[in-house]
């Protein structure tokens, strides 16, 4: 039995591509292919891509949110005269969210500008493994102290910027130490389940929960405080009139 032959008069099979980049390649080298209906479908291309990107990026900030903690202000500044102001430092703060963020395939970057004024102007940028990414840029004047230096002063101001920006794009609560979640304005039981029959029959989605949890200043539904507890009943009864 001899082999088969290929019909010279037939053209060899070539296998269909695969991916609409992989037609593009292939049109690219088609000297019959108009180069500006190429141009236009590698811009679709870019866009789909684009749009992809986006949408991966706000579901895994959802679930990032959602898990989100507020953070204890575990520092304080001496305000001289004024007395002094508790806040929440940013190794404090790093150290508890990077777990999170790069759980759900996201980093921060931090990025300055010059300015003809003295401070500092900086942009955190929130990168995703997908290839979307946020920004939100600070400007923050120099913060003088006892014995600092001018460049002292601006790298204490980069240091207010670097942490405002993480609390600001995370959207992050800083509670003080005795007020940390644990006390006792905490729901009661009814309260708890009502707010709970509530958000079950409005089926959320993990990202309208997300946006939910953040209006009513809570890590966790269980973690809503009783004083806020109107405002999210008005809320909630808001979304089911919609519904």
Known sequence: MTPATQNPNVPARVDQPTTALDLIRELAVDPRVDVEKLAALMGLQERAEARD?????NIDLAA???EMPTIRKDGVKDMGNKGSIP?????????????IEKRHGFCRIFTTAPLE?????MTCKLLHKGGHS??????HPPDPGPGRSGIQEIGSADSYA???????IWNIITVGADDDGNGTDLLSDAQLSNIT????????????????????????????KARDYDRVMAELRRAKGKV
């Not at 946020?134 to 400007?139: A, G, K, P, V």
């Not at 958000?199 to 966790?220: C, D, G, I, K």
């Open 162 to 168: 670097r942490r405002y920006l993480t609390l600001a």
């Open 117 to 121: 004024k003295p401070g500092s102007l």
């Open 87 to 99: 806040y929440a430092t940013y190794e404090h703060l790093d150290r508890v969210i990077r777990p």
């Open 53 to 57: 990107a986006e949408r991966e990026f």
């Open 197 to 224: 029959d509530m958000v079950n029959s409005l089926e959320l989605t993990q990202q309208r929960l997300a946006l939910f949890l953040n209006f009513a200043n809570a890590p966790a539904i269980d973690r809503i």
């Open 64 to 66: 990032a949110m959602a």
């Open 134 to 139: 946020i920004s939100s840029t600070r400007y």
